[in-house]
């Protein structure tokens, strides 16, 4: 996961220089924007697999603009609530 991560920051740097001359909450709206266009209306099951991939990638860069530094920690904490085991120790609590 740590590769992910380190490649999704590496492409937020390309994209961030590519749209420096836009206001920071403008860049945050088209990339969330990004992943709904990601999502796409392909037929075939290789398309609907690239364009789940490319929202996916689109998703995690826009966790990274809205928050770089804490943006590992954000996904590590909402992936854990959201699976059995963390909505389990959420309800224990």
């Known amino acids: 996961m740590d590769a992910l991560w380190d490649n999704i920051e590496k492409l937020s740097a390309v994209c961030r220089a590519a749209g420096a001359h836009l206001p920071d909450e403008e860049l945050k709206a088209l990339q969330v924007g990004k992943v709904a266009e990601e999502a796409g209306d ?52």
């Open 42 to 93: 392909d037929h075939r099951w290789s398309e609907v697999q690239n364009d789940l991939v490319g929202a996916v990638i689109a998703a995690l860069l826009a966790m990274h603009y809205i928050d770089p530094t804490g943006a590992r920690a954000d996904f590590d904490e909402i992936l854990h609530r959201r699976t059995r085991r963390g909505r389990e120790a959420a309800t224990a609590v």
